[in-house]
Nanobody, 115 residues
Framework: QVQLVESGGGLVQPGGSLRLSCVASGSIFSIAGMAWHRQAPGKERELIAAITSGGMTNYADSVKGRFTISRDNAKNTVYLQMNSLKTEDTAVYYC?????????WGQGTQVTVSS
């Protein structure tokens, strides 16, 4: 059974950078697409970045040009490099399979952008 463990969140000032990691256990990682989602207070969880097993990427307009998703199949890990962070990026960030999600989520990692 696949397990999802997010890490790398924290407090950062506007304009700063942060790199999130997601370790997804299981032997199918190398052939599975992965995505990052986030949920801000009072808002619905939204998909912000995705990467297919072949390395093709897509981003929500709100993060395009600032965030970069990548993967390291040898480590069963997907990353989210976040640059030029804005206060609007404050949220709990989660990873999951893409395009078909698992029926559950990991604990997520909190990202707070504040001056």
């Amino acid at each position: 059974q696949v397990q999802l463990v997010e890490s790398g969140g924290g407090l950062v000032q506007p304009g700063g950078s942060l790199r999130l990691s997601c370790v997804a256990s299981g032997s199918i990682f190398s052939i599975a697409g992965m995505a990052w989602h986030r949920q801000a207070p009072g808002k619905e969880r939204e998909l912000i970045a995705a990467i297919t097993s072949g390395g093709m990427t897509n981003y929500a307009d709100s993060v395009k040009g600032r965030f970069t998703i990548s993967r390291d199949n040898a480590k069963n890990t997907v990353y989210l490099q976040m640059n030029s962070l804005k206060t609007e990026d404050t949220a709990v960030y989660y990873c999951n399979m893409y395009p078909i999600r698992l029926g559950y989520w990991g604990q997520g990692t909190q990202v707070t952008v504040s001056s």
